[in-house]
């Protein structure tokens, strides 16, 4: 059974999900575990090693960037002596705790749903039937070159609109603004691109 890894950033929209199976999860978790220098991180980890997921949500900030410091650092380091296998899985769990350390506002915004594309002139919305997150609308578009469905999408402010990521997907949306509506945990988002 595969087990859950959840990178979320109190206080944005960052929250991408690392999944793995039950062995390399523990692995990792206990390894983070020996290289902290906190000890009550540890322990919180050591309890979740054998559970089906974990979140850096779950405990205070200070928690989450000392775990996310071991991932940077000496995580990476103990790779080395791994299987191809162990160490592509753990190099995407690396990659997910760097967008973690960048995530210092709402963006980037990270929505873990599938989404269909509803268009209606200069505004472009992908709607939702997964909760918590029901509506993505840009609106004043001027180009947006979108598929009919996306799922796992990424969004960040470009020049002049919005970078949007998706599976087997990657294009800027040149748009005036951007709504996020549904999310009963971090609420409305509204954004307006500078300039």
Request: hydrophobic share 40%.
């Amino acid at each position: 059974m595969s087990r859950d890894f959840f990178v979320d950033r109190a206080g944005t929209w960052y929250g991408k999900i690392w999944n793995a199976s039950h062995g390399v999860y523990s692995w990792v978790l206990e390894r983070i575990a020996e290289h902290t220098t906190n000890p009550a991180v540890a322990e919180v980890l050591r309890e979740h090693a054998d559970h089906s997921m974990f979140s850096l949500t779950w405990y205070p900030e200070e928690y989450a960037a000392e775990i996310v410091r071991v991932i940077l650092g000496p995580l990476r380091d103990d790779l080395a002596g791994e299987t191809e296998y162990v160490r592509s899985l753990v190099l995407e769990l690396v990659a997910m705790a760097e967008g973690w350390a960048d995530a210092t506002d709402v963006f980037p915004v990270f929505l873990p749903w599938r989404f269909t594309r509803e268009e209606n002139g200069e505004t472009v919305r992908y709607r939702s039937t997964e909760e918590p997150v029901r509506d993505v609308v840009f609106g004043g578009v001027r180009d947006a070159d979108l598929p009919g469905e996306v799922t796992n999408l990424e969004i960040s402010p470009a020049p002049g609109g919005y970078e949007v990521r998706s599976v087997r997907f990657q294009a800027v949306v040149t748009a005036a603004s951007l709504h996020v509506l549904g999310d009963p945990y971090r609420g409305p988002l509204e954004h307006r691109p500078a300039g």
